[in-house]
């Protein structure tokens, strides 16, 4: 057992610093037949693990506890009192029954959960002694999602919760001088609601989207096999590499890293892929990084068949990365048969950045990016800045910084915009005069030409970045968001739903340029539709329920376009029309007046 070697080692090691004591409530848990687990499938075996280690870890925190120690599927906590103990522990097994309904039998991952009241030896924030080790050695009697508690837990709960209460009689543990007297606890009852945790990680219902007409692929999350968490950017950053290397292939329909990001927690089966996300195949892989060297597995599977079609392992030194990335992208490419445009498919981030230093920056950098606090977005800059020191020949670098500060300015978390634009678009410039490949440069322009009232610049600036990005879901949404405030909202919406078909899990930004463009195209049903969308996955949007109280007003439902406008001024109590119209770039100006005008119905002003 792992917990308990580490506690031996912890107490000699400490043999002499002074100790302090406490009562505790200790739940010690460890996953039944994870050796075989892992040695079938490990990839699977991580993503499941840790998706369910951090509702185990919110379950135990929603019960008064904490965790002291999650290594490999050994789990140690404490709680202050045994009623919390035992109630975190069957919220757990109740919550990881349902999750575990959802996998094969042979998938399935069940903990054993043993509980012990006793003395423990505290070290900052470690815990030892003998009530951590009869913890340890009560899970070792439980079953499969069971739980074993000693006779001390069972005179403080039993009186207390309708539990039922089996006597195994004293047994004799294992380093334990004294047998102790062990109960087996079971829920009384038909348990058939799934708890609360188990209902919100449920996974969304089946859309059951249709195939697109070309081979299309979703790349999961790589797995980081790692024993240190802390070493997650690395295997984000190879996965965001890989998809970056795929964008840019005109034969491959490809899910963008927005909506598979969103599958990080989560242990989708293929079928749900599958009909969640319309396509014909998956990548998954894992990254064990240890020292100076790594080994990445990936394996490519079809979701018609479930069948794996493809899989391969590379162990490399570090500063191999690069060649690494190349061969995982070539192997794909060859096992779905794609005619690739010549040259296209060597030219990825690996021909752009060299440096080892240089490519971890950008890996932070991107995993900062998906922040939301302004100091998130200051740490992207900052990252990319550094890539851009270690590589200054590079373009990527550039583009990516570019991209950063255009988004605090997208995101309303900079103080002086001009600045921040300014920076923005010479940081875009400079990428293109080093042949930026990525697009990102061309899109960062098309925003602030947009921003800036320059119509027909944004618009070219947005065609050329579908064109080198012809999967890049942010391409088509800048582009319909373009073109409806040229005032051609029709053209807009079919590629307002192309983005949000490439990113099935997509921001609720993607869905309010959809609306924007149903509603200035005069489709108002459609426009409420899909603004309604981008509210149930943010209720502060503001742009969403201007939105509604506009195209409520057209359709003239009085009461819902003041509920609308109500939201608009709980989000903004100071909101004025003369300041939102300073902020909409329409290039004909009766156009907005005409909307300004209808939200002036709402009661809005």
Known sequence: MVI?????????????????????????ADVAGYSRLMAEDEVSTVRTLSAWRDKISRIVDDNEGRVVDFVGDNMLAEFHSALDAVDGAMEIQQTLAHLNADLTENRQ??????????????????I????????????????????????????????????VFVDMGPQALKNIPDPVRVYRVDARGDETA????????????????????????????????????????????????IMTALVRIPGLFLISEISMFSYKSRTPSIDDLSANLGVSHVLDGG??????????????????????????????KIDDI?????????????????QLVTGEVGRSIRDAIRNPEALESYYRGWEALFGSTKEDIRAAQQMFEETIRLEPEASFGYAMAAWAHWWAVAQGLTENVSVTLEQAADLAGRAMDLDDFTGLSHLVMAEIDLFNRQHDKALAAAEKAVI??????LSFVAKANILTYLGRAAEAIDLAKFAIRLAPVSPPFF??????????????????????????????????????????????????SQKAAAEVRRITPDFSLEKYAATQPYKDPAKLQQIIRTLQNAGLN
């Open 4 to 28: 308990q070697n580490a506690n031996r080692r912890g107490i000699l090691a400490m043999a002499e610093k002074e100790l302090k004591h406490r009562l505790a409530a200790i739940l010690s």
């Open 511 to 560: 869905q309010v340029v959809l609306a924007a463009a149903y509603y200035g195209s005069g489709q108002y049903a459609e426009a409420i539709a899909a603004a309604t969308e981008a509210v149930k996955a943010d209720r502060n949007n503001l742009a969403a329920f201007l939105i509604l109280a506009g195209a409520n007003i057209e359709l003239n439902r009085p009461e819902a």
């Open 109 to 126: 991952m069940n903990f054993r959960i043993g509980i012990n009241l006793g003395d423990v030896l505290v070290d900052e924030d470690l």
């Open 287 to 316: 990254v064990r990084k240890a020292g100076n060297r790594v080994r990445i597995t990936a394996r490519l599977i079809e979701t018609f068949s479930g069948r794996q079609i493809w899989a391969d392992r590379y162990d490399r």
């Open 194 to 241: 799934p708890p609360a945790a188990a209902q919100e990680a449920a996974p969304p219902p089946h859309n059951v989207l249709p195939l697109p007409d070309k081979p299309s692929l979703a790349v999961l999350p790589f797995v980081n096999l790692s024993a240190d968490p802390k070493q997650d950017y690395f295997s984000d950053g190879l996965t965001m590499d």
């Open 322 to 338: 690069f060649a690494v990335q190349d061969e995982i992208t070539e192997k794909i490419v060859a096992a779905m048969d794609i």
């Open 128 to 163: 030892y002694g003998d009530g951590v080790n009869i913890a340890a050695r009560l899970e070792g009697l439980a079953e499969p999602g069971g739980l074993c508690i000693s006779e001390f837990v069972y005179t403080q709960v039993h009186n207390k919760r309708e539990l």
């Open 468 to 473: 080198a990005r012809p999967s890049c879901d």
